[in-house]
T-cell receptor, first 113, second 114 residues
């Protein structure tokens, strides 16, 4: 079945460092891909998404490109801030059932001043 | 964005008792609500999908008699864990969406069964 694999955390960075969180997927058809973020004490929030190959999702300085050839959707940010500290979830929704989100295990990011 | 409120955020209950978790959409109509479960260091797993006024659709392997879902209004869904046991201890998350919109998530409920 469809699945999402993302790197284990925590990822610990200094402020202004470059961030990459890897995400790969297995799916039949053409899924949509998402990154969600969960700040402490809050619900998951949609950070960005891409619905077809080579699409780039971007928001708040974060970017991810839908790479069909490598089945990847890595999250990047050029310069992280302390306020980016959160748990990041990669997810996909099946081409055949767009209601169902399949999540990765989440990666905790800790940014220190 | 839209707000989904989940209550309680934490609950401890005795083995054999039932516990109810509420999920409310505060500023939109939630025609569809989703319930997830997350074990430590594992993915969020979809348990069931419910549409307002209809019976919930459960994912394979989820006991519908143990996890009762009610979605009686456009702003409220409840998940009742019946006769809870320690293996039901987990983090439960709801999400809600209106037709054609993205889903918004509650902050989650940590259930501990002792």
């Amino acid at each position: 079945g469809d699945s999402v694999t993302q790197m284990e955390g925590p990822v610990t960075l200094s402020e202004e460092a470059f961030l990459t969180i890897n995400c790969t997927y297995t799916a039949t058809g053409y899924p949509s891909l998402f990154w969600y973020v969960q700040y402490p004490g809050e619900g998951l929030q949609l950070l960005l998404k891409a619905t077809k190959a080579d699409d780039k999702g971007s928001n708040k300085g974060f970017e991810a490109t839908y790479r069909k050839e490598t089945t990847s959707f890595h999250l990047e940010k050029g310069s992280v801030q302390v306020s980016d500290s959160a748990v990041y979830f990669c997810a996909l929704s099946s081409f055949y059932n767009t209601d169902k989100l399949i999540f990765g295990t989440g990666t905790r990011l800790q940014v220190f001043p | 964005g839209a707000v989904v409120s989940q209550h309680p955020s934490r609950v401890i209950c005795k083995s054999g008792t039932s516990v109810k978790i509420e999920c409310r959409s505060l500023d939109f109509q939630a025609t569809t609500m989703f319930w997830y479960r997350q074990f430590p260091k594992q993915s969020l797993m979809l348990m069931a999908t419910s549409n307002e006024g209809s019976k919930a659709t459960y994912e394979q392997g989820v006991e519908k008699d143990k996890f009762l879902i009610n979605h009686a209004s456009l702003t409220l869904s409840t998940l009742t864990v019946t006769s809870a046991h320690p293996e039901d201890s987990s983090f439960y998350i709801c999400s809600a969406r209106d037709q054609g919109t993205e889903a918004f998530f509650g902050q989650g409920t940590r259930l501990t069964v002792v």
